[in-house]
């Protein structure tokens, strides 16, 4: 299952159009950038760079896998 943690932003939008294109399943978690959300331990722990977007995939080809930054999610999700 994917899970996508991102924000209505231009650059968090990316990555749910993708997998709508796609035609994938993903479940959407916001992160509300206006609270801090993004510097939650919780979601540090999927991106140390505290930013969205973050993408977890818990079926990946070699076991779960995080991907972070948008351009290296694309890539994964080619």
């Given at each position: ?24 399943t993903y ?16 979601f540090l ?34």
């Amino acid at each position: 299952m994917l899970h996508v943690y991102t924000a209505a932003t231009p650059n968090g939008l990316k990555i749910p159009l993708a997998l709508e294109e796609l035609g994938l399943t993903y479940t959407v978690h916001k992160v509300d950038l206006g609270k801090g959300e993004q510097r939650d331990p919780a979601f540090l722990a999927l991106n140390p760079n505290g930013k969205i977007p973050a993408l977890h995939d818990t079926d990946g080809p070699e076991g779960p896998i995080t991907v972070f930054e948008s351009g290296a999610i694309l890539l994964y999700l080619a």
